[in-house]
């Protein structure tokens, strides 16, 4: 039986997220503030936390990143959980290590739906190292499948800038280059990338696409809108 966490300031909220995890099938334990969390922490773990932005004392971005740079916690899913719902925090949240977020108030079908596609993703097998991973180069980035890491070559130069992704951003820039000027529904991304088919969520593609041009800088350019499909690189010419 899976254990899934929920830090949640509000009682009421609090409760009806445990009773609908205990009648889907999860244990469930909930904690007020971030206190009680860390102590509980310090006994057992979780195969996935619920976390509140907004809590007293210390928020869940400061609980997310303290997860993060533990190598004991640090590959725990956390799902954010938050009543702003602004593209910053979002962001913000996505940058720092969340695996998804669910904006409130949301509907327990869809709580059960991204806890169970997190976890699948979480769970699947890491693949055999390759004796030759190969770069990934166009349009002056670089990407190494095997190490995960992303450089930036600046024009008229051979100096190459590191560029730090998230894992999501990361696995979108890849799906991109490998796939120069295919045009990507934001479904057919959310199948291919988050490996879930839940539908009404395109706005965190929306968010990761955001987010990943920003970081590539003039080069994030290359990844283009494609008006009422999608989005899709194209290599410059």
Known sequence: MKKIWS??????????LLYTLRSTG???RGFEDAASFWKALEQDQPDLILLDIMLPESDGIEILNKLRSSPKTARIPVIMT????????II????????DYLVKPFGMMEMAARIKAVLRRCEQP?????EESGLIESGGIIADPESRKVWLEHKGSREREKIELTRKEFDLLVLFM???SRAFSRDELLEQVWDTGFAGETRT???HVGSLRTKLKEAGEQIETVRG?????????
Do not use: C, F, M, N
């Open 7 to 16: 830090v949640e300031d509000e009682q009421s909220i609090r409760e009806i």
């Open 26 to 28: 999860y244990e469930a």
């Open 82 to 89: 938050t009543a702003k719902g602004t593209e910053y925090d």
């Open 92 to 99: 913000q949240a996505l940058e720092d290590g969340a695996d």
């Open 126 to 130: 890491v693949p055999a190292r390759r």
């Open 178 to 180: 490998s796939h120069p």
């Open 205 to 207: 593609v929306d968010v």
């Open 229 to 237: 499909i999608g989005y899709r690189y194209e290599i410059p010419a």
